[in-house]
């Protein structure tokens, strides 16, 4: 058995084709659109947010600032960028990505690799909730800046909010494609805006910069304890965002989404920051409204529309970040089959899930009008993502042990120094549970319980088809004693299980013991790399009597196209008949047994409705509907 090479075989109709190089420089503007959206556009609500739950005088403006720099300090320069972005799965990474780098691992016990398994996934799950908040917060914060212009409208932010997610969502089928290439000049423009407003108040009110040492988030911490403890979950807000530029770091590389932070990023939110805290200190009556009281008032629309265009391009972000999340479940086999679009031919990362962007902005525009500002949103926002950079921080000190062989003496210290900034700022967060925080934790929790039912359903599923099938030895043998007769044409099964014979192929025999002249046993495998070149796309094996193996393989990010992998084993076997391919597709209905307990009884009623839901196998492999024969079965697990 071997993989087939196919050198010379030209551009291929599977979007897998390597990326051509651009300029450091130029892939570094086009980061700043894509990654740093979120994390760009905090300076809307965080400041703000955080000196709501203190008294606005110089010790709370200095330990508040001076909290915010060493966060992005600690957690984002010396975290993410320079120890979490090391752990790529082939220059992709993410919560799932670092999950599939523990895959691999020898000796470590089923338990311990269960365990890791669960919590990387609630990470996951998690992440669905954070796509619910961020558009929802972003643009809201963008659009209350039209009551620093006119009080008397403030009545028309929550209509205004909800038309502009509306569109943004509507448009998702369309793909990005197009309007991307603006997104790096955009935020460019952004950063470099708020930069001068608050280096402004900073020329003027220097004394701010003093928070530029820890010294006074320690000061603040030790005089105002109860307050910090609030606080913090608000600072956090300045973070956030974190998660999604390790998990878009395959669209740029390592060196392009660094120099974006370091060079650009970085130094415009510390000056923006420290601009607001500089406001406040001239004058507590802005403590309200930090961010737009930077603009004098002919400058405040120009600002409200560059903000809202700002909020809109963080909100597409993560928007596609939950898009790319769910396709990298579906394929690791964590998430029921969902249609997916891809949306341009160039790049695989370009899709669009029609399921995923009907939740969220139903889910989205239900929360602005819950919620109704900013600041009440601020409550339920950051749990979700504290959660998550506690999970990351775990799974990260078992790669850098099991997977990087580093001594797990030098690696347990600073690891236990970032988990607990981690738990300091989740602790924090969950003073919030109460306010709105339970709810991304509650999606979570939902989206992770679908998760495990449609992946235990599955495996349970498999077990009890092998147990009543019948393996392939034994079956070849059967054949070479009857004469069964063999039509023209090709046959292709579909299989999840092998050395079993596909449950279609038995349940096509018994009922009409007729073959086709060619069989392939066609099975789909998922690697745990993000992409399988297309060159070692196929695993062939000839069984004998015109039957034969082909397994098909596509990393995590990439979507399955049977019709195009039979293209390419045409292209090693002239005797393959393309044109008279007939796919046959087993379909399983699933009936919940009446005897188990009630957990069990529930979970399986659940994964009978996900079965019932999910999309059929005709579509998510792209199979020409004409040519497909679908069996069907009742199945009690």
């Known amino acids: 058995m071997g993989r087939a090479d196919f ?29 740093y959206g979120d994390i760009g556009t905090s300076p809307l609500y965080a400041f703000r947010t955080a000196l709501g739950r203190a008294t606005p005088d ?78 929802a917060i972003s643009v809201l914060s963008a659009v209350e ?61 220097p004394v701010v910069l003093k928070a530029l040492s820890p010294l006074y988030a ?6 105002r304890p109860g307050v910090t403890a609030m606080v913090m979950g608000a600072v956090f807000l300045a973070v956030t965002g974190c ?25 415009c939110l510390v000056i923006n920051y420290f601009g ?42 993560v928007i596609s970040g939950a898009f790319s999340l769910t396709r990298q479940a579906v394929q690791l086999g964590q998430f029921p089959r969902v249609e997916i679009r891809q949306t341009s031919a160039e790049e695989t990362g370009q899709i669009y899930v029609p399921a995923i962007n009907l939740f969220l902005a139903v889910s989205t525009v239900a929360l602005v009008l819950a919620f109704r500002s900013s600041e009440n949103l601020a409550a339920a926002y950051g749990i979700a993502v504290s959660t998550t950079m506690v999970i990351t921080t775990i799974l990260l000190y078992f790669v850098m042990v099991y997977r990087w062989k580093w001594k797990a003496r030098f690696v347990l210290p600073l690891i236990l120094c970032l988990a607990l900034i981690d738990l ?46 019948q393996y392939m030895d034994a079956f070849l043998d059967e054949l070479r004693h009857k004469n069964v007769p063999r039509v023209p044409g090709t046959a292709v099964f579909l299989t999840a299980s092998l050395p079993h014979v596909p449950p279609a192929l038995l349940h096509q025999f018994w009922h009409l013991p007729v073959l086709h002249e060619r069989i392939i046993l066609l099975h789909v495998e998922s690697e745990e790399v993000p992409k399988v070149n297309a060159r070692q796309r196929l695993e062939v094996k000839d069984l004998g009597q015109n039957f034969s193996v082909v397994h098909a393989h596509y990393g995590f990010m990439q979507s399955p196209n049977i019709p195009v992998a039979l293209r390419l084993l045409g292209e090693i076997d002239d005797s393959l008949d393309l044109d008279h391919v007939t796919y046959f597709v087993g379909h399983e209905t699933i009936i919940p047994s009446q005897d188990a307990f009630f957990l069990r009884r529930w979970r399986e009623k659940l994964f009978a409705v996900l079965t019932r839901n999910a999309v059929r196998a005709t579509a998510f492999y792209k199979l020409p509907p004409e040519k497909v024969v679908e069996l069907g079965m009742q199945i009690e697990i």
Not at 218 to 223: Q, R, T
Not at 427 to 440: C, T, V
């Open 58 to 135: 110089e010790m709370s403006v200095l330990g508040i600032l001076s909290m915010i720099v060493w966060s992005l300090v600690i957690v984002v320069s010396l975290k993410y960028l320079l120890l979490v972005m090391r752990a790529d799965n082939n220059g992709e990474g993410g919560v799932l990505a670092l999950l599939a780098l523990l895959q691999p691992w020898r000796g470590a016990s089923r338990r311990g690799k269960g365990v890791l398994l669960v919590i990387g996934l609630f990470g996951a799950a998690l992440l669905y909730g954070d796509g619910m908040i961020t558009p």
């Open 424 to 469: 300091t700022f989740l602790a924090a967060n969950s003073l919030k549970i109460m306010e709105g925080g339970w709810l991304p934790l509650a999606v979570g929790a939902g989206i992770f319980v679908i998760m495990r039912t449609w992946a235990s359903g599955r495996g349970r599923l498999i077990t009890y088809l092998n147990r009543n099938g």
């Open 145 to 205: 800046g039209i009551q620093t212009i006119e009080p008397t409208i403030s009545d028309f932010v929550v209509p205004i909010t909800i038309v502009i997610l509306l569109g943004l969502f509507s448009v998702q089928w369309r793909g990005t494609a197009r309007v991307a290439v603006l997104f790096g000049p955009v935020m460019l423009v952004w950063f470099l805006v708020i930069a001068l407003l608050g280096l402004a108040q900073i020329i003027q009110h």
């Open 218 to 223: 320690v000061e603040f911490g030790i005089a």
């Open 243 to 267: 998660e999604a530029l390790y998990a878009d770091m395959g669209h740029f590389g390592r060196p392009p989404i660094r120099l974006a932070w370091f060079a650009c990023v970085f130094p």
């Open 7 to 35: 050198s010379g075989g030209g551009t291929l109709a599977t979007g897998q084709d390597e990326k051509q190089p651009a300029g450091l420089a130029a892939l570094s503007v086009s980061a700043l659109g894509i990654v």
């Open 276 to 317: 607001q805290g500089a406001l406040v200190l001239s004058d507590s009556a802005h403590a309200g409204q930090t961010f737009y009281g930077l603009a004098p008032g002919f400058l405040r629309i120009p600002l409200v529309l560059l903000a809202t265009a700002a909020t809109i391009i963080a909100s597409q972000a």
